[in-house]
């Protein structure tokens, strides 16, 4: 979601090196030697070297051929996320909100929302941008511009996240949310912005392609969210720190976050026991 830096940064050099462990681990599970895989792929045994140390970044094409020169041709997909994730799997706000706090929120991903078509998302403690209002959303903004100090581009940066929620209202796509009952409970800004806030989702409630699950304070439940994070169809999860964006990209880590959520929806409560969640959280602001 970012352009490539000119240099990797230390999450990117972990990755890197990581992918080259996995790489030679294939290739000793094969009973390869380096010089042998180098014949098989025709390149020379020092580039084998550097990409298994993670001094250098293999190709599409080296990992295609690797892996058939090991017989691991099922590992091809996972590895190649895996190489598209090395620079962009850890980017770092400060960097990012050089260029204001619409490039933090990513204006350029927009693409994304249009082409997915099933939204999964978990919130732990505030509201999901794409169900925001504009008050709630210039109040929690307004938070992060000072803590990152930001160009105070805040107006830019609402009317970014506002275009973004058009997505709600076009055809062919579903929204599956679970939240913590804290994120009801959660202010941002003065009462009558929750309170706005707290009617905007009631309304949500009878949009027929929203599915908007609510987990009630103390009750029994098998899984505890860390963080909150977005499912993209199944190709990709977004989840957010104080200080950075992660994207997960390989297939495996992706189903992961897919378990984790369907976990996390067993304990939610929906339809009339939802809307008397919100409903009881706006009479207690009165």
Partial sequence: MTTTPSRPSSAAKQAQEAL??????LRKD???TARALAAATEQHFTRVSKIEHGIQPPTDKDIRQWCRACGAEDQIPDLIATLRAVESAYLEFRRQSRAGMKRVLGAHTLPLYE?????RIYEHN?????FQTTEYCRAMLSFWIKFLSTPNDLEEAVACRMQRQRVMYRGGKRFVAVLEEQALRTWFGTAETQAGQLDHLLALLSLP???LGIIPMMVPRAAI???GFWIFDDTLVALETPTASIEVTRPHEVELYTRMFEALKAPAVYGPAARRLI???LHELD
Avoid: D, M, Y
């Fill in 225 to 227: 969210g860390s963080t």
């Fill in 126 to 130: 505030v509201i999901p941008g794409l």
């Fill in 115 to 119: 082409h997915t078509k099933i939204f």
């Fill in 30 to 32: 094969a009973g390869l």
């Fill in 20 to 25: 080259g462990v996995r790489l030679r681990e």
């Fill in 209 to 211: 392609n929203i599915s």
């Fill in 279 to 281: 409903t009881q959280t």
